[in-house]
């Protein structure tokens, strides 16, 4: 069974950092492309950044990029999502996600097969 698991979010000050973990469970990490995203109130779910399952190609949103730094590390079947210089905009639901698909991955939400339950990450003086 297929399981995906954030946390690491919270509130934090504008300038500040965050490392979100996504946990995963029930198939292997390195045959599938993981992808952070994130729903602020009133808008659309929107892809953050999301790393490749062959060769780790990794993207990330102009608007996180500098800023946000994604990684894999297989033995602890878990994804990381580095956020510094935390911004007011970047409040919001993150969410983690795996697509079976693999090879590069994708921004888009509704390429990936499994999403993980979110946490909340606040950004606020």
């Known amino acids: 069974q297929v399981q995906l698991v954030e946390s690491g979010g919270g509130l934090v000050q504008p300038g500040g950092s965050l490392r979100l973990s996504c946990a995963a469970s029930g198939f292997t990490l390195d045959d599938y492309s993981i992808g952070w995203f994130r729903q602020a109130p009133g808008k659309e779910r929107e892809g953050v950044s999301c790393i490749g399952s062959t060769y780790g190609i990794t993207y990330y949103a102009d608007s996180v990029k500098g800023r946000f730094t994604i990684s894999r590390d297989s033995a602890k079947y878990t994804v990381y999502l580095q956020m510094n210089s935390l911004k007011p905009e970047d409040t919001a639901v993150y969410y983690c996600?795996?697509?079976?698909?693999?090879?590069?991955?994708?921004?888009?939400?509704?390429?990936?097969?499994?999403w993980g339950q979110g946490t909340r990450v606040t950004v606020s003086s």
């Open positions: 996600a795996a697509d079976s698909i693999g090879g590069s991955c994708t921004p888009t939400p509704y390429d990936y097969d499994y």
